[in-house]
């Protein structure tokens, strides 16, 4: 089956060399898997699994891109994400997230933002993904103005999306606006753990 266009480009930029003969699905996985894997393998790896469509179900595609994107691996996830449409696979909320996850780790905010648009119905961890990617770019007016959209989403933020805000306040130069949203962190019932305090503390 081929990959669309839009995917066969992604894979061509990458430099990613071709894999002539049928490679060992487990083999792949436990490269893609691996902490110590370094990028050009991971991208070796990730484009076998996709030209020889090795990836069964949403669950194996979502192990993937949750791997991939603790490396930030930006590019391998907006690949599989056209693969998995391709093999119609809808992508749900924790692809999508995992998949922001990887834009943010890998420094293309531009990127997380628009996947967090182009979901119908974003959830927790995607709003939460979004926050930290902006957090990890300094960008905390988008940090601040997502989080605070999460209500109008009808969506209660979790720990860790008041903490990457907070965070990102940190980064801004910002001391009032977060220990603001740890006050509102608490107004919402929720316990301020070690990483909140700290970005305050910093933050002040």
Do not use: N
């Amino acid at each position: 089956r081929m990959l669309p266009l839009g995917c066969l480009l992604i894979l061509r930029d990458s430099g990613a060399a071709p894999i002539p003969m049928r490679p060992r699905k487990e083999v792949l996985l436990a490269i893609v898997q691996s902490s110590s894997t370094s990028r050009p393998r991971t991208w070796h790896a990730v484009v076998a699994l996709l030209r020889h469509d090795l990836l069964k179900g949403r669950h194996e595609f979502l192990s993937v891109l949750r791997a991939i994107g603790k490396r930030g691996a930006w590019d391998c996830a907006l690949a599989i994400l056209q693969a998995m449409r391709h093999a119609r696979e809808s992508p749900d909320e924790l692809c999508h997230a995992a998949a922001i996850k990887a834009c943010g780790t890998g420094g293309r905010l531009d990127h997380a933002l628009l996947l967090l648009r182009a979901a119908d119905r974003p959830s927790t961890a995607s709003w939460g993904a979004a926050i930290a990617a902006c957090a990890a770019q300094g960008a905390w007016e988008a940090a601040v103005d997502l989080l605070h959209s999460t209500y109008g989403a009808r969506l209660q933020p979790d720990l860790a999306a008041y903490s990457a805000a907070i965070s990102a306040c940190h980064r801004g130069v910002k001391p009032r606006l977060a220990v603001r949203i740890l006050h509102e962190l608490r107004a919402q019932r929720l316990q301020p753990d070690v990483v909140a305090y700290s970005a305050a503390i910093s933050a002040c």
